[in-house]
């Protein structure tokens, strides 16, 4: 199988910038992070792409987290005091450090993207936009495994991810 798999290259689209210079203390998701205002700055190539964009009101982000400490393959998430497999987490260290958060789109001002929702660093480099469409994207009542018992009530990182 390894012999399937190419390492490849991503450019980065372009950059985020939010209030929060450091993990802790920065919002676990989107939801936890209120009304605070943030921009996505597309490189100026890509601005052809927002087209017909400003008629969503969420979008998902998918970044790169830069500042991710090494993965380990199990860890105790935010939510949680147990160690759990790092792949049923939304841990920010894992061994592809892609973060993806749906965030509200309030204004799209050229190349600059207003948003609400961010639990992204201040320049965090942004591989995709991609809009939330509730039809595809939402699934009110799906299970979601040991967050459905966890009793961790945590909404802001705390130092473990640094
Ligand atoms: C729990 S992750 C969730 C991210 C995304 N919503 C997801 O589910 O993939 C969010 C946390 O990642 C950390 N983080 C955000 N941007 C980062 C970056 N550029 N490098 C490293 N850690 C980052 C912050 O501690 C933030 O609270």
Known sequence: MTDQLVEF??????????????????????????????????????????????????????????????????????????????????????????????VRLLEIRGNVLVCTGADILDGTPLLDIKPYVPEFDAFPKSRAGWFDHSRESRTHADGRFT
């Open 9 to 102: 290259h991503a450019k980065p689209i372009g950059v985020v910038h939010s209030p929060f210079r450091e993990a802790q203390g920065t919002p676990i998701q989107p939801v936890y992070a209120g009304e605070t205002q943030f921009e996505v700055e597309l490189l100026p190539e890509y601005i052809d792409g927002l087209r017909d964009l400003a008629g969503f009101e969420r979008i998902w982000l998918i970044c790169w987290f830069d500042r991710a400490p090494a993965s380990r393959l199990v860890v105790v998430p935010f939510r949680d005091s147990t160690e759990r497999g790092l792949f049923a987490t939304r841990a920010p260290s894992r061994p592809v450090p892609i973060g993806l958060s749906c």
